[in-house]
């Protein structure tokens, strides 16, 4: 029982997840969100990522990367399919030496599946207690940036970068 009232009636707040109608939305948003997360991880999984460690999108009719073309050094993007697609194979590893940013995205990607099929199942609202938070984006854009800044610098170490001498 909520709280009442001095006229005596419940002045409860009726949550979402209460109601029939909110629980099918939860219910409906958690199943898109895990076949959506889901579907991309399988996606990535029938990519085969190439040994260089970058490259692996212009499997999908993408075109090879302007920056290393001119630069002979990788941008920060350089990497992150071919990791993913590493990734989604369970090939960790060659993952990580392709960029450490693909690897967080799909343990992500990983993750709301799990939240999104949790929501389909139970109707908890738990994708909904997981907002976005401000700190989300600095850790993405500090994982893009280490990542980046590793595989330059093992690169660098082993002679692949730059790409001509």
């Given at each position: 029982m909520?709280?009442m009232?001095?006229?005596?009636?419940?002045?409860?707040?009726?949550?979402?997840?209460?109601?029939?109608?909110?629980?099918?939305?939860?219910?409906?948003?958690?199943?898109?969100?895990?076949?959506?997360c889901?579907?991309?991880?399988?996606?990535?999984?029938?990519?085969?990522?190439?040994?260089?460690?970058?490259?692996?999108?212009?499997?999908?009719?993408l075109?090879?990367?302007?920056?290393?073309?001119?630069?002979?050094?990788?941008?920060?993007?350089?990497?992150?399919?071919?990791?993913?697609?590493?990734?989604?194979?369970?090939?960790?590893?060659?993952?990580l030496?392709?960029?450490?940013?693909?690897?967080?995205?799909?343990?992500?990607?990983?993750?709301?599946?799990?939240?999104?099929?949790?929501?389909?199942?139970t109707?908890?609202?738990?994708?909904?207690k997981?907002?976005?938070?401000?700190?989300?984006?600095?850790?993405?854009?500090?994982?893009?940036?280490?990542?980046?800044?590793?595989?330059?610098?093992?690169?660098?170490?082993?002679g692949?970068?730059?790409?001509?001498?």
């Amino acid at each position: 029982m909520g709280r009442m009232n001095p006229f005596g009636k419940d002045n409860s707040p009726v949550s979402p997840e209460t109601t029939p109608k909110g629980r099918i939305k939860i219910r409906l948003c958690g199943l898109v969100v895990g076949l959506v997360c889901l579907g991309a991880i399988v996606v990535a999984a029938t990519l085969s990522p190439r040994g260089d460690g970058y490259g692996t999108h212009t499997r999908l009719g993408l075109s090879g990367c302007g920056f290393l073309a001119r630069t002979g050094y990788p941008c920060p993007g350089c990497g992150v399919t071919t990791a993913v697609a590493a990734m989604s194979r369970g090939q960790v590893v060659q993952a990580l030496r392709a960029h450490l940013f693909g690897v967080l995205l799909v343990l992500a990607a990983a993750g709301f599946a799990l939240l999104g099929f949790v929501d389909a199942i139970t109707a908890r609202g738990v994708l909904r207690k997981c907002r976005p938070r401000l700190w989300w984006t600095w850790v993405a854009l500090l994982s893009l940036l280490l990542g980046w800044g590793l595989k330059v610098g093992v690169g660098l170490l082993t002679g692949q970068y730059p790409l001509w001498k």
